[in-house]
């Protein structure tokens, strides 16, 4: 089946530096991806919905300055934590959907678990 | 805002089905619902998705309400590796937000 691949999978950095998160599909063509952030007992929060040639969409009280989104090829989608604080740790996952909107799968990548000391 | 409604947590014991419910009361006519689950400190898992009417695959069955009000997912004999975050999503056009889910517990 189809697989996205996430990398890192764990990445830990100093404060204040900037750490990027890639996000590829594997065997599929995937026009559009989506970040998510997981704290620690909670849900999947929705981040952003990255479209392949454009601009990312964030969503409601996410930083666009802070939380880079690339998507510069099919395969590929890339989230730069800028000017990491502690309070930005957690487990972001992203996720790509083959195939047109709602009638696709969509696949989650395995997560990246970031600590910022 | 999540569009639907799951219990925060049920059991079952291993080798029964377990039911799961989801209430997606404002779910609209092009909105599918999709169940994934997520296992301790890994990314979600897809399990299935329908429309209107009821699916079945390798992993589990999906009932739909015949008024797409609520739905069920239906793992028909649980095992351990069952136990994990079920989340039950109603979406339309690239919308995936997850809820808080059920935390499913298989018990042996």
């Known amino acids: 089946g189809a697989v996205v691949s996430q990398h890192p999978s764990w990445v830990i950095c100093k404060s204040g530096t900037s750490v990027k998160i890639e996000c590829r599909s594997l065997?599929?063509?995937?026009?559009?991806m989506f970040w998510y952030r997981q704290f620690p007992k909670q849900s999947l929060m929705l981040m952003a919905t990255?479209?392949?040639?454009?601009?990312?969409?964030?969503e409601q009280g996410v930083e666009k300055d802070k939380f880079l989104i690339n998507h510069a090829s099919l395969t590929l989608s890339t989230l730069t934590v800028t000017s990491a604080h502690p309070e930005d740790s957690s487990f972001y996952i992203c996720?790509?959907?083959?195939?047109?909107?709602?009638?696709?799968?969509?696949?989650f990548g395995e997560g990246s678990r970031l600590t910022v000391l | 805002d999540a569009k639907t409604t799951q219990p925060p947590s049920m059991d079952c014991a291993e080798g029964r089905a377990a039911n799961l419910p989801c209430n997606h009361s404002?779910?609209?006519?092009?909105?599918?619902v999709y169940w994934y689950r997520q296992i301790h400190s890994q990314g979600p898992q897809y399990i299935i998705h329908?429309?209107?009417n009821n699916e079945t695959n390798e992993m589990a069955s999906l009932i739909i309400t015949e008024d797409r009000k609520s739905s069920t997912l239906i793992l028909p004999h649980a095992t351990l590796r069952d136990t994990a975050v079920y989340y039950c999503i109603v979406t339309g056009n690239n919308d995936m937000r997850f809820g808080a889910g059920t935390r499913l517990t298989v018990k042996p």
């Open positions: 329908g429309l209107k």
């Open positions: 990255s479209n392949e040639g454009s601009k990312a969409t964030y």
């Open positions: 996720s790509a959907r083959e195939g047109l909107a709602n009638t696709g799968e969509l696949f």
């Open positions: 065997d599929f063509q995937a026009t559009t």
């Open positions: 404002t779910i609209s006519g092009n909105e599918y």
